[in-house]
C-alpha cells in the first residue's frame, strides 16, 4: 500500500508535456499561414499609423 502511493506521488499530473507542446506549436504554425495576408495587412496598417501619428508630435 506504502509503495502504490509513493507511485501515485511520482506522476505528473499537471503541466505541458512534449507531445502536447508540439501540437501546440503546429496549430499556431497552420493558423498564421491560414490568415497570413490578414496578418500581414493588419501589421502594416498599424505602422503606418504609428509613422503618421508619430510625424505629427
Known amino acids: 500500500m506504502k509503495t502504490l502511493l509513493y507511485q501515485m506521488g511520482k506522476k505528473k499530473i499537471g503541466g505541458f508535456g512534449t507531445v502536447e507542446?508540439?501540437?501546440?506549436?503546429?496549430?499556431?504554425?497552420?493558423?498564421?499561414l491560414i490568415f497570413k495576408?490578414?496578418?500581414?495587412?493588419?501589421?502594416?496598417?498599424?505602422?503606418?499609423?504609428?509613422?503618421s501619428q508619430a510625424?505629427?508630435?
Open 37 to 51: 495576408d490578414q496578418i500581414t495587412s493588419l501589421v502594416q496598417r498599424i505602422f503606418e499609423k504609428i509613422t
Open 21 to 32: 507542446m508540439i501540437l501546440l506549436i503546429v496549430v499556431l504554425i497552420a493558423v498564421v
Open 55 to 57: 510625424l505629427s508630435v
